[in-house]
């Protein structure tokens, strides 16, 4: 089989994996409080149930991805993370008390960490020119599973039958008819699913010592630190670096002036360890890191909060039911899509942060307009619900915008031989996001002010981390050596 149809088969059960953890979030949310109910269940375990699905996954995440990155192989781990689906699922088919729907969503979660894996996956298969569009498409595909989830329950609310000891009803089908969507993507993966090795000379990669030398000098602030690391790594490169066992080894002075920010040292390393001469610090504790992944927890919080806001305002001053609930997020699920489709195509002529400063600039508009129209809402019933429209709708068109600029940055600003860990740590400062977001918006229903107000103070902060560091929100210069060897070829 031709490598191209490797990568196209390898690509398809990528996206419907991403299309059934949509589907799963669709179909278990909207009846997971019922079902507690049925068990007389405190009203607390509904957190409890949602948060702990998050839980195991943020820690899920850095763990799967670690292994990925050192063993450089995806399927198994895919495969092993899809058995707590699977398993998870039943459990929550299965449904004897509440602690045991909670354990369900608990181990469910874990499967959650095959994303870091494929996330590095990705980063390692395609260029940094293309590297947005692919996430907005893999990104889409889990908005797509949103919007036709709900579509599945109009039929499992139709189930009461006996399945051998377990009774099916509307409640308990929605775990059963996970646990065989994940079943049958368990078997896609096996025949579907190509470890295919990444192109280690990306020619995107590639660039010219000129334009290489330019930026680590004289495009960030405090260029002259900068300018005298890269410097003297060149200088001492060009007298000769001894052998590790005569400078210490990995902890020798020489590791640490050949360090790169984005982990390009193919050309001056040849250890097969991805995390051989790794730095915690410097990876995650550089500015640019530190401002995308704020813009991770800042985009996913607040976009829990409203998720939790929403629902009771529409009862509240519209009285909303079941039927206009669905199909206001039914549009918000098209909206969404349509948007990651914008980014997808603007990806191509904009650089990521020019994507960010565009959502970052739509979000804080849209949280502008609810603090003033929505925070204490006057007038009829029309003009509120035209004000609610606008407000729901400029928020959730910024969403596309962060969220694929972000993580399409957070690859090209971190180390490339440790993806998999990277986004499994991004992932879960997302998870902790999606934890407090409903946390805090759930506490302040009747206190709009504060809540928008809290999410508009973050999104401020957000915007003044991005101007302040908008000249680091770019690809670092792929290697340094070649400088060095540029030096050399020039002594000679």
Known sequence: METRTKRRLTNGAIGLLFLFSGIEYAVILPTIWAYLETMQAEPYFLGLGLSAFSFSGLIAGPILGHISDRSRRTKPIILFANLFEIVGNFMYFMGYSKWLLLGSRLVAGIGTGAGACIFGYLTRSTTTKERATVFAVVMAARQAGLLIGPGFNLFLRLCNFNLGPFKVNKYTSPGLFMCLMWTILQVIIIFMYYDLPSDPMDNSKVVSVEEEEEPLIDDVNGGVADSSRYSTAIEHDKSQVPPASETGGENSTADDDHYIPNGHIEDCKTNNNPFHNFSAAKEYLREEVVVVLTAQFITLFNQTALETMVTPLTQKYFNFGELENSLMYCICG???????????????????????????????????WCLIFLANPKGSSSILLCEFVVGVFLQILGLPFVAVSQVSLFSKVTAEKTQGFSHGLRRSIGGIATIMGPMWAGGLINNLYIMVGVMMGLLTLLTIMMILSYSYLVEPAPTLMSSVNRGNMDDD
């Open 334 to 368: 098209v909206e969404v899509i349509v948007g990651f489709f914008i980014v997808r195509w603007l990806s191509t002529k904009f650089a990521d942060r020019v994507i960010l400063a565009m959502g970052l600039v739509i979000c804080n508009i849209s949280c502008i």
